[in-house]
């Protein structure tokens, strides 16, 4: 298997931007706002953008201002920059959150490269590092040098893992997961073909040339529904990005109420009369007559 590690000067991005799409091989789309739009290459990406790729889709490269390269496989859905509401003291990665699918980080010089996730968190990794995250299943790949890995369940952090140089750490289903000396047989059967492949970086012949995104029309409540119904620490911070849909869109609001239970902080979006302030009751009993004189 090729390996990379970028060295890549830092380049300058307008304000806003966080990362550019350099490479496209197949289909990838973007959420921004309330709004879908047609990924290029060349475009800019924002805080808070979605970005998915489709079933079939080769390679989805995002490299970052700092040098930092995110290579996204087929059906992958990655959040970037997410404002994860976590316990206090609690600190997880915030550049980029992986819903699902495959990345394949490769970290600029002395910048830790990291994502966060349903099912394990990639704190920190000075080198290349594969990943594939499920519903059901997570797999983690020390490609070349270390990782240091946090595995969540049900929401919370249950165990701290660290892999050296070669090793892989897999989990399926609720179990903790093990750490193997090197990724499993049917891991690497699957993993895209573009993973082992060592592509130069790109960024430096967009820094001057800006595309921009295609508008798609506005999404519905399907094209968001895995973010919808995310782990709370997602999707709380969406609520008031997505409220215009609920207030505008008949049949977004009509799908909320049927899949309330999956993400109840939209009830008091829905039904604000329910959380008002009771009114004070009156007091009971007799009435004080004041003394004749």
């Not at 490609?143 to 090793?167: H, I, M, P, Y």
């Not at 990724?183 to 921009?212: C, K, T, W």
Request: charged letters at 25%; a positive charge.
């Amino acid at each position: 298997m090729l390996l990379l590690t970028c060295w890549l000067p830092a380049v300058t991005l307008a304000a806003g931007a966080e990362a550019v799409v350099t490479i496209q091989e197949g289909e990838a789309s973007l959420v921004r706002g309330v709004n879908r739009l047609a990924i290029a290459e060349g475009v800019r990406l924002h805080r808070q953008d979605v970005v998915e790729t489709g079933a079939s889709t080769g390679l989805l490269r995002l490299e970052f201002a700092d040098g930092t390269i995110a290579d996204l496989g087929p059906d992958t859905a990655i959040l970037l920059a997410p404002r994860l509401r976590v316990a206090r003291g609690e600190r997880r990665p915030d550049r980029l959150y992986l819903l699902r699918g495959w990345i394949k980080l490769t970290p600029a010089a002395g910048q830790p490269a990291a994502f966060a996730s349903p099912q394990v968190d990639l704190q920190a990794s000075e080198g290349v590092t594969v990943s594939y995250v499920s519903a059901a299943e997570s797999i983690v790949f020390a490609e070349s040098g270390g990782a240091a890995l946090t595995v969540r369940q049900d929401g919370k952090a249950a165990a701290r893992v660290s892999l050296r140089n070669g090793e892989a750490h897999a989990r399926r289903g609720a179990a903790p997961g093990d750490v193997q000396p090197r990724p499993p047989a049917d891991m690497l059967e699957r993993m895209p073909r573009a993973f082992r492949d060592s592509l130069p970086a790109r960024i430096g012949r967009y820094q001057d040339q800006e595309v921009l995104p295609q508008e798609r029309g506005t999404v519905d409540y399907d094209a968001i529904r895995p973010w919808l119904q995310a782990e709370r620490a997602v999707r709380l911070p969406l609520v008031n990005r997505w409220k215009p849909l609920a207030e505008d869109d008949d049949a977004f609001r009509r799908q909320l109420v049927t899949h309330m239970r999956a993400h109840p902080e939209w009830d008091r979006v829905l039904f604000p009369e329910k959380y008002l302030p009771r009114p004070p009751v009156a007091a009971s009993g007799p009435v004080a007559v004041p003394a004749s004189r």
